[in-house]
């Protein structure tokens, strides 16, 4: 029934390709996917711990209601990181401290949850990460409907089931599986750009002529 269904996850990202993106900041990922991709700047990290990079199984539930996270709780594999469209609502936390204990001891790689989150003290101190739009006192719902493993979004960001979820403290961005092995490669490019500017401001022989071409370019006039 659409509006209440489980799916089968029948294709994940290569693990190969999980691991090589841990080490890639997010922010240069974000560049190399011209900018055009992002979860939003409400989905902040409120753990401790915030380097994520797993294959996603998602999670469309209505607005403060949590029976479909804690039946993907059950399906996922260790390494997978949970992504739920709870409607952006914070109204009602949608994971505490209890279904966060649990995740860690099923090996869950971490929560993005596009709705509110409650015992903050405990979570923002475990090593589990978790990304939310915001925190409540207030608890979930369980009677659903919802359903697993069927494409999300937030805030635009389209997120299918096996996709690559990466996370740091600039928040999280969905690489599509498909397309991972060319993000990796022009990211990881990217990185070593950026380290040898970092060599050449640190020794002051950085060119910044470029500043005065676009003034130029755009017409401006000393």
């Given at each position: ?65 949590n ?37 860690i ?23 589990l ?58 990211a ?29 370019r ?5």
């Amino acid at each position: 029934m659409l509006g209440l269904r489980i799916l089968p996850l029948t294709h994940r990202v290569a693990p190969d390709l999980v691991e090589a993106f841990r080490g890639v900041p997010v922010a240069n990922v974000s560049d190399c996917m011209t900018r055009m991709t992002a979860a939003g700047a409400r989905l902040r990290p409120l753990s401790r711990e915030t380097r994520l990079s797993a294959p996603a199984i998602t999670v469309k539930t209505r607005p403060g209601d949590n029976l479909m996270i804690h039946k993907a709780l059950e399906i996922a594999r260790p390494g997978d990181v949970i992504v739920v469209d709870g409607g952006g609502d914070l109204s009602n936390a949608l994971i505490g401290e209890l279904m966060t204990t649990y995740a860690i001891q099923r090996g869950i790689a971490g929560f993005v949850i596009n709705g509110a989150i409650r015992d903050l003290d405990v979570i923002g101190a475990g090593a589990l990460p978790v990304f939310a739009a915001g925190v409540t006192h207030r608890g979930p719902y369980k009677d659903g409907p919802g359903e697993i493993n069927v494409p999300i979004a937030i805030d635009g960001m389209v997120i299918h089931p096996g996709d690559l979820v990466i996370g740091d403290a600039d928040g999280v961005l969905c690489v599509p599986r498909d397309e991972a092995a060319g993000v990796l490669e022009a990211a990881q490019k990217k990185s070593q750009a950026e380290q040898v500017t970092l060599r050449q401001i640190a020794e002051g022989r950085l060119d910044t002529a470029w500043i005065d071409q676009t003034l130029a370019r755009i017409g401006f006039k000393a």
